[in-house]
């Protein structure tokens, strides 16, 4: 008697063990879902923001560096460098990292903008 008691034990425990399983599988599952909508699709989209903003880049425009300095292109000398004239002085022109402009503004935007209002 004491071992169908047992018995019966050992099989509902094994029942438990399977539908306990299941649900941490289908809570994992829930897990990557959410980091996957929360995570790493909004950062794709910033990424493709980006890299359009890089590819509109001409000589002339007005773009803002990621340490908050204000510029203009004076030439672009590659697929990762750009020439930035800052200020007034004609003398202040760095070389740069495409990466580092945070803002880009078109040439003539501005222009553009008050024709509308």
């Known amino acids: 008697m004491f071992s169908m008691f047992l018995n019966q034990a050992a099989d509902a425990s094994a029942a438990s063990k399977g539908s306990s399983a299941a649900f941490l599988i289908v809570y994992i599952l829930i897990f990557v879902v959410i980091i996957y909508f929360m995570m790493i699709r909004p950062q794709k989209k910033q990424r493709a923001k980006t890299e359009e903003m890089h590819s509109q880049m001409e000589p002339g425009d007005n773009i803002m560096t990621t340490s908050g300095f204000y510029g203009t292109i004076l030439d672009i000398v590659d697929d990762t460098t750009i020439i930035v004239e800052f200020g007034n002085n004609k003398n202040c022109r760095i070389p ?22």
């Open 96 to 117: 740069m990292h495409k990466n580092a402009v945070a803002e880009l503004e078109k040439q003539g935007a501005a222009i553009e903008e008050e024709k509308e209002k």
